[in-house]
């Protein structure tokens, strides 16, 4: 059984920095691609990043530069550092695992 749990959400000023992981149960993880997506209220829910299996990740022109994706294959972990960030990235973040699995979500709230 697939199971995904997302910590390290918070209340964060512009320009600060926070990581969020996300524990992943199950078989197949090495193998798969895992992704963070995240909902601002009232909006869809967008991809963020993700990344495959070999490690090539992908970002959303929004966050290029400031958000790094990566995954300890061992830990069967799944990693977002967010750095500087913005009011506009305000949203509960889910993380994602190929095949249509997703965690319940934590919230990120960016505030003076």
């Known amino acids: 059984q697939v199971q995904l749990v997302e910590s390290g959400g918070g209340l964060v000023q512009p320009g600060g920095s926070l990581r969020l992981s996300c524990a992943v149960s199950g078989s197949f993880f090495r193998a798969v691609t895992m992704g963070w997506y995240r909902q601002a209220p009232g909006k869809a829910r967008d991809m963020v990043a993700t990344i495959t299996n070999s490690g090539s990740t992908d970002y959303v022109d929004s966050v290029k530069g400031r958000f790094t994706i990566s995954r300890d294959n061992a830990k069967s972990m799944v990693y977002l550092q967010m750095n500087s960030l913005k009011p506009e990235d305000t949203a509960v973040y889910y993380c994602?695992?190929?095949?249509?699995?997703w965690g319940k979500g934590t919230l990120v709230t960016v505030s003076p």
């Open positions: 994602y695992r190929a095949g249509g699995y």
